[in-house]
């Protein structure tokens, strides 16, 4: 049932970077599971593009390395693989020099989609974009994927958009926020917008608030220089959690498409209020019995960054206003998930008395682990002793509800990966969302360099620092458990 395949048209994919992390852990194993369910023609082109000196066979080996740490198609059959790799070419290309780009544009042929894939840290990006049309790679048609971070503040952002501009269309440019590609985001807008049941409620008369959480139990690991720059603000609320708010604050566009979501979207951020600093919590992890802090992780005993935020925020509409919307996101946190909950408010009267007990209605949409949904309904507790409410949840796995074991509900990488070769850009970040998220990030945090603030530290293993805590608190409410 999950895997109904629509085989893409031919392409020739460039994955410059593809001997880089990303390319190893996702799009590789990504694209040969897609391989697997038959949905990538049998002559379709995979040529990987970086320095270093792999050849055609170096590189087969590397993604077949690759495809087989970081799970293939469990159900392939044998020999898939050796399939696959026939269609996997390498040509060694420095983007910022002029070396590999004539081989490269020798392999690319007439009349596929052509889809260059930058896998590659964002300084290059402008070199490659240059290149592409300077060396006649890329035409009108052709397609080019970039990847997070986009940009580092308002500023830089837009210097990026300007640059890509100068070579591409902003139909031509995929901007990935692999959280828009996971089942359970797309399912929030099918159960939003294919339901009668939910919409009607959809709003501050009825929504209580809601809650985002992204929690990690990782610390920065291998990442420390890079995440010591950026923070848990720029890395996550930024663009993820930004992203998740805006898909589930938006108004219904009038189409399934590409703009009509985009501009909903956008609406929603440009909307939101400046967030009041005495509504943000901003945690540091710190060291436990057998294991260092964040300071020693990212090598800086100064550091001021953070590796936890928490905020309270407003969008002023008709829709939202009142109704306050937490975001929250941590590493080395007590577990690891990513949930949204819509809180409805209480019903307006008790026709049983207090004594009975009283339960609000949960929407909680789960990301990961077990992509899913839960509806928490008040019903009766059962047997005698009169009328006592109870909160069970009506709980819908996907890979359960769907037949299929979780490992098939295909990753976000394969899906936004087809999206790009089938040219739908509904589940990608168009130039002017990502510069109006930065535009609202931009003043949190330069408020926290203004004031110098320091993180505070909370424990490893816990639920954040007790700020985060008191943010809900003081509104009488709390945050959902983050489950070990
Ligand atoms: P990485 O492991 O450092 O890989 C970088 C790749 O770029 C390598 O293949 C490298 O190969 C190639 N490269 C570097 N300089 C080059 C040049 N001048 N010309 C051509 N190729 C060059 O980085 P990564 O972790 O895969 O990340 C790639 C991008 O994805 C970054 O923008 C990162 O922020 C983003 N991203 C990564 C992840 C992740 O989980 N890793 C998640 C989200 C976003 P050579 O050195 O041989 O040239």
């Known amino acids: 049932m999950v895997s109904r395949v629509i085989p893409v048209d031919n392409f020739d994919l460039v994955i410059f970077g593809g001997t880089g992390d990303l390319a190893r852990r996702k799009i590789l194993p990504g694209l040969f599971r897609r391989y697997c369910a038959g949905q990538i023609p049998e002559d ?83 070199a490659l974009a240059e290149r592409l049309r300077s060396f006649g790679l890329a035409d009108d048609d052709s397609r080019v ?41 797309q399912n929030l807008m099918a159960v939003r917008f294919g339901n009668m049941l939910f919409e009607p409620l959809w709003n501050s008369q009825y929504v209580d608030h809601i809650q985002i959480t992204v929690a990690e139990t990782v610390d920065v690991g291998g990442r420390g220089g890079y995440y010591d720059k950026s923070g848990a603000m720029r890395d996550m609320v930024q663009n993820h959690l930004m992203q998740l708010l805006c898909l589930i604050a938006m108004e219904p566009p009038a189409r399934f498409e590409p703009d009509a979501v985009r501009d909903e979207k956008l609406k929603v951020i440009r909307a939101l209020d400046p967030v009041d600093y005495h509504h943000i919590a901003r945690g540091q992890y710190a060291a436990d019995d057998d294991q260092p802090g964040y300071r020693v992780h990212v090598g800086d005993p100064r550091s001021k960054t953070e590796s936890f935020v928490a905020l309270k925020c407003h969008i002023s509409n008709w829709r939202w206003a009142g109704t306050p919307f937490y975001l929250r996101t941590g590493k080395k946190l007590r577990g690891r998930g990513s949930e949204i909950a819509v809180v409805f408010k209480d019903a307006p009267h008790s026709i049983f008395g207090d004594e ?117 608190h003081r509104d009488g409410r709390k945050w959902r458990e983050i489950k070990a």
């Not at 544009?105 to 260059?116: E, P, S, T």
């Not at 070579?167 to 692999?178: M, P, W």
């Not at 002793?385 to 394969?414: C, K, N, Q, T």
Request: charged share 30%; net charge negative; hydrophobic share 40%.
């Open 44 to 126: 379709a082109q995979i040529i990987g593009a970086a320095r270093s000196d792999e050849g055609d066979e170096g590189f087969r080996k590397l993604v077949g390395d690759a495809v087989r740490e970081f799970g293939g198609g469990r159900h392939c059959e044998d020999g898939t693989l050796e399939n696959f790799l026939e269609r996997v070419k390498y040509v060694r290309v420095d983007a910022m020099g002029d070396d590999g780009w004539e081989e490269l544009q020798g392999r690319l042929r007439l009349g596929v989609v052509k889809a260059f894939y930058f896998s590659v840290g964002p300084s290059l990006f402008g």
């Open 145 to 185: 994927v970039v990847e997070k971070p986009f940009g580092h503040d308002l500023e830089t952002a837009r210097a990026l958009n300007a640059t890509l501009a100068q070579h591409f269309k902003e139909e031509q440019i995929y901007r990935i926020d692999h959280y828009l590609g996971k089942e359970t985001v």
């Open 356 to 472: 009975a007990g009283r339960h609000n209605n949960i929407l909680a949409i789960r990301l990961q682990p077990d992509e899913g949904m839960t509806l928490g309904v008040t019903i009766k507790e059962p047997g005698p002793g009169g009328m006592r409410l109870i909160d069970v949840p009506l709980d819908m796995s996907f890979a359960e509800a769907l037949g299929a074991e979780a490992e098939d509900v295909p990753d976000a990488y394969e899906r936004l990966i087809m999206d790009v070769i089938r040219g739908n850009q509904t589940l990608f970040m168009r130039g002017d969302e990502v510069e109006a998220a930065w535009a609202w990030t931009d003043p949190i945090i330069e408020g926290w360099n203004r004031r110098g603030e320091v993180p505070k530290p909370y424990d490893a293993g816990s639920s954040g620092p007790e700020d985060a805590l008191m943010l809900m």
